[in-house]
Nanobody
């Protein structure tokens, strides 16, 4: 059973940083690409960042490129999202997801506000 548990969200001022973590279990983590999605209030869920199974290639939405960095630790079954230079429009619930399964975690709330 695929399980994804996100953590690390919170309230941060504009320009600040947060690091999100996702603990994955129930599947062969190192065999699969992983992604971070986000859903802002009143908007559809969108892909923010993706990383290949070995970590050698990453992709980002234009809105986060240059500010967010996705990474993974296959030994620990963890995926991370380092978020810098945060903006109010980054406010959303953030979810990690394995691209090959339909399961979602509970998400972690990120609020960027002064």
């Amino acid at each position: 059973q695929v399980q994804l548990v996100e953590s690390g969200g919170g309230l941060v001022q504009p320009g600040g940083s947060l690091r999100l973590s996702c603990a994955a279990s129930g599947f062969a983590f190192s065999w699969h690409a992983m992604s971070w999605y986000r859903q802002a209030p009143g908007k559809e869920r969108e892909l923010a960042a993706r990383i290949t199974r070995g970590g050698g290639s990453t992709n980002y939405a234009d809105s986060v490129k240059g500010r967010f960095t996705i990474s993974r630790d296959n030994a620990k079954n963890m995926v991370y999202l380092q978020m810098n230079s945060l903006k109010p429009e980054d406010t959303a619930v953030y979810y990690c997801k394995c691209q090959d399964f339909d399961s979602w975690g509970q998400g972690t709330q990120v609020t960027v506000s002064s």
